[in-house]
């Protein structure tokens, strides 16, 4: 079974701009995920800002317009939630949804999980938004998110908004000149003596480097070393690819399709992108339970 998978930051739920005023992108939003192929699976969003009021209203609206069924939002201590919608056509009902431990994290976690036909467990589905404001913190969370995701085996997807540089040393570097100075502050390496902005800065790797550490593998990183296809490796926020998505190492023969998504214009300060998750591909010889 072949699954099409969308990722995206919303911008304060897509109904308002950084200031708090009205602003209605959801229209936009739902075009740029609708048309990201003929038929969408899954849509993991962070940002689900104020989707929960006045009774679920915009929840309500995003499953209208996608034509998807909806997981439970995530929590939030920020109210920055976290969400996830899926074709149920195809994975039927989710078996587990699990946001235990979920406000260990400043935007929360919360987990869905499917039964699917081929696999001995059940998979995993994980949205992320690691917090911007340091990377000490936001490395905890990623081994909170990390291991969260195994919590029902081996077959683990997380994606969203990691908000850190990619893992792999060989990345295009940042666009420092795009930073704010809170950015370079929570994003590059912190030198001994410190530096001048702006001079010899490096990026901070530590955050998605603890994901590799926990066994998870990034989609686009690793269709790139596949293809040499740099389009893969487009930013999708200002200044860094900073989207992204992991897949548990079983998953990573099963991974293809990945593009961005930056249309339409305004829809977002962040692109999305798609891949797509062949699940007859995982592999299944090695199967385990948490403990």
């Known amino acids: 079974m072949e699954l099409t998978i969308v990722v995206q930051n919303l911008g304060h739920g897509g109904l308002f701009d950084g200031d708090g005023n009205p602003q209605d992108r959801w229209p936009l939003l739902?075009?740029?995920?609708?048309?990201?192929?003929?038929?969408?699976?899954?849509?993991?969003?962070?940002?689900?800002?104020?989707?929960?009021?006045?009774?679920?209203?915009?929840?309500?609206?995003?499953?209208?317009?996608?034509?998807?069924?909806?997981?439970?939002?995530?929590?939030?201590?920020?109210?920055?939630?976290?969400?996830?919608?899926?074709?149920?056509?195809?994975?039927?009902?989710?078996?587990?949804?699990?946001a235990d431990f979920g406000t260990e994290a400043l935007h929360g976690l919360?987990?869905?999980?499917?039964?699917?036909?081929?696999?001995?467990?059940?998979?995993?589905?994980?949205?992320v938004h690691f917090t911007p404001?340091?990377?000490?913190?936001?490395?905890?969370?990623?081994?909170?998110?990390?291991?969260?995701?195994?919590?029902?085996?081996?077959?683990?997807?997380?994606?969203?908004?990691?908000?850190?540089?990619?893992?792999?040393?060989?990345?295009?570097?940042?666009?420092?000149?795009?930073?704010?100075?809170?950015?370079?502050?929570?994003?590059?390496?912190?030198?001994?003596?410190?530096?001048a902005p702006g001079t010899d800065l490096q990026p901070d790797r530590r955050?998605?480097?603890k994901l590799v550490h926990n066994g998870y593998i990034d989609v686009a990183w690793h269709l790139f070393e596949q293809t040499k296809d740099e389009s893969l490796l487009a930013p999708t926020g200002s200044d860094d690819r900073i989207d992204q998505a992991w897949v548990s190492t079983p998953l990573a023969n099963a991974i293809s399709g990945y593009r961005v998504l930056d249309t339409p214009l305004g829809a977002s300060d962040h692109h999305g992108f798609v891949f797509r998750l062949d699940t007859d591909a995982i592999e299944t010889t090695d199967v385990w339970t948490y403990r």
């Open 30 to 98: 739902a075009e740029r995920i609708n048309t990201a192929a003929e038929r969408v699976d899954l849509v993991l969003l962070t940002e689900t800002t104020d989707w929960h009021r006045y009774g679920n209203k915009q929840l309500a609206r995003a499953m209208r317009d996608l034509d998807l069924d909806a997981a439970p939002l995530g929590p939030s201590r920020s109210g920055y939630n976290t969400g996830l919608l899926y074709r149920r056509e195809v994975l039927g009902r989710w078996c587990r949804h699990n």
């Open 110 to 127: 919360a987990l869905t999980s499917f039964e699917v036909p081929g696999l001995p467990a059940p998979l995993t589905f994980l949205p």
């Open 207 to 209: 955050v998605t480097n």
């Open 133 to 195: 404001f340091a990377a000490e913190d936001a490395l905890i969370e990623a081994n909170y998110a990390a291991t969260r995701g195994y919590k029902y085996g081996p077959y683990a997807v997380l994606a969203g908004d990691v908000n850190y540089p990619p893992a792999s040393p060989d990345s295009p570097l940042p666009t420092f000149s795009e930073m704010r100075p809170y950015n370079i502050g929570a994003r590059t390496l912190l030198t001994p003596g410190g530096l």
